[in-house]
């Protein structure tokens, strides 16, 4: 209950709607996902070894950052499914609205 509590009074402090709030954090997911990805770009790219230990102190950045922003939304109880049919990155899901029920 504290919980919820918390998030929302988080919420309130910055004036967001849930929506607001969700899509907000599926960008920040997106986003550090991409930079995770470009790390292990970076990493599989480097040469020297300056190149490959700076290539792993950003690779292990970008895997925490994105570790945090999937943890927020599994506490938030966010799921891919929530995306609304026009956002990017939505997957047409057939249980979709099964799920949304569930809950």
């Known amino acids: ?7 929302n009074f988080r919420r309130q ?16 997911i997106r986003t550090s996902h991409a930079e995770w990805l470009r ?5 599989h790219e ?3 070894k300056d190149e490959i230990d ?8 970008a895997e925490r950052k994105y570790q945090i922003h999937l943890k927020s939304a599994k506490q938030q109880g966010l ?4 995306l609304p049919a026009d956002e990017p990155g939505y997957v ?11 809950e």
């Open 1 to 7: 209950m504290w919980e919820r509590v918390k998030r």
């Open 39 to 43: 790390a292990h770009r970076m990493f």
């Open 92 to 102: 047409h899901d057939p249980d979709r609205e099964h799920k949304r029920r569930a």
């Open 54 to 61: 700076y290539a792993i102190f950003v690779l292990e950045a």
């Open 13 to 28: 402090e910055h004036n967001k709607s849930e929506a607001e709030y969700r899509q907000e954090l599926f960008a920040q």
């Open 46 to 48: 480097a040469t020297g």
């Open 79 to 82: 799921h891919r499914f929530h």
